[in-house]
């Protein structure tokens, strides 16, 4: 639950909460940091500075990388163009020049732009060679995740329950769709994942939809969470996680939920299980890895659903998403430290420490290492080997 509420912005001020939620202040305990022998350690390429970061504010704001260059952005409204070679800064602006822009979702990088939104509701372009605003428009609701480029549009799920299509080029918008919003929502929305003319995304009604990317037109709806219990908190179903589309199955999973694997001919499930999440996992060859809203790093079999090992040593360290990188599952958590475990078993094969503002973003693999951004707004690229 520490994810974070759509009404509230600031990590400090949900921790309070959460323990007056529970009743006991010491309801909700990070665990200790575990001790790790390192089997190697990264070194570093570059490093630059990017605004002021984003803070202690809730965001899932993570850099991306093309067209040869790193972008990235801080809250506030600076967007940075780093050379993803030489970490030369390419171009800088400042959207936050007369106001804070609060960037919020992104960043995409397509059709020769740059694509990010702002907790206002504005979708913006940047040309991706001078960093010149191309359009700016405004969706009605904020924009906490991810857009999504393809088929010639810029699609992204708001706060209000809405996913939007905007023109690629021009910013002109093609068709929305709305779904119905409970009272109380954990605060992020899933990012649109998509395939062969059809985007996929999660609802905080606890439904995954589908519609055509041409026209927005619904191709089926497919409930992953059902709200239970007493309470408000104890009936959230968020669908906040980004679908996962590999081969013929979509991943999908609930926070009070399921994890699940759906057939994208019939839009059924292949299989079920139940686990908890609002983070972003990942899928690699038939393994998944998740991370539960306990935050337990949890693998499972991709192709039935069978758990194969849970690692619980970073329990509630505010985990990003995990990423795969130079064959391991790599995890950044809230005081600053990025965690290496072994996919076979879950075991810890390397440890570092990056600064005590923490890590929000999970790391980006780039082609010959990975570039990680701290809550401070220093953004680094460091090479396994």
């Not at 913006?124 to 088929?151: C, F, H, M, Q, Y």
């Not at 890895?289 to 619980?312: C, M, P, Y």
């Not at 440890?351 to 680094?380: F, M, N, W």
Request: aromatic share 8%.
């Amino acid at each position: 639950m520490h994810k974070g509420w759509k009404q509230i912005g600031a990590v400090a001020v949900l921790g309070a909460l959460l323990a007056g939620c529970a009743g006991e202040e010491d309801s909700i305990q990070m665990a200790p940091v575990p001790v790790v022998n390192s089997e190697f350690t990264p070194t570093q390429a570059w490093s630059s500075q990017v605004g002021d970061g984003v803070g202690q504010y809730f965001s899932r704001l993570s850099p991306t990388e093309a067209y040869g260059k790193v972008f990235a952005a801080d809250r506030e409204g600076v967007v940075k163009a780093i050379g993803s070679e030489d970490g030369q800064t390419v171009w800088s602006v400042d959207l936050g020049e007369e106001a804070p822009a609060l960037i919020s979702g992104g960043l995409t990088a397509s059709y020769n732009k740059v694509y990010l939104g702002t907790e206002t509701g504005d979708l913006i372009a940047l040309d991706e060679e001078t960093g010149d605003t191309v359009w700016r428009s405004n969706v009605g609701g904020e924009i906490l995740s991810k857009p999504l480029a393809d088929a010639g549009v810029v699609i992204v799920n708001t706060s209000r329950g809405e996913l939007a299509a905007f023109d690629a080029e021009s910013g002109e918008e093609r068709w929305r769709i709305s779904s119905d919003v409970p009272n109380l929502t954990l605060r992020g929305d899933s990012s649109p994942a998509s395939v062969s003319g059809g985007v996929f995304w999660g609802m905080g009604n606890g439904r995954l939809g589908a519609a055509f990317i041409e026209n927005g037109n619904i191709i089926w709806q497919q409930p992953i969470a059902s709200p239970k219990g007493a309470t408000e908190i104890d009936r959230l179903v968020d669908v906040d996680a980004s679908p996962v589309i590999e081969g013929s199955l979509l991943y999908a999973v609930g926070y009070n939920g399921q994890l699940v694997a759906i057939d994208l001919r019939s839009g059924r499930p292949a299989w079920k299980r139940t686990y908890s999440s609002a983070t972003d996992f990942l899928v690699v060859g038939s393994y998944l890895f998740l991370i539960t809203d306990k935050d337990h790093v949890v693998a499972v079999d991709a192709r039935s659903g069978t758990e194969l090992w849970q690692n619980n040593d970073l329990e509630y360290r505010q985990l990003t998403a995990p990423v795969a990188i130079s064959g391991y599952v790599v995890v950044g958590d809230a005081e600053g430290y990025l965690h290496w475990m072994e996919p076979n078993s879950g075991e810890f094969v390397a440890q570092q420490k990056l600064d005590s503002s923490g890590i929000a973003a999970a790391p980006v693999k780039v082609e010959d290492g990975y570039v990680v951004i701290t809550r401070d707004g220093t953004i680094s690229k460091k090479q396994t080997l």
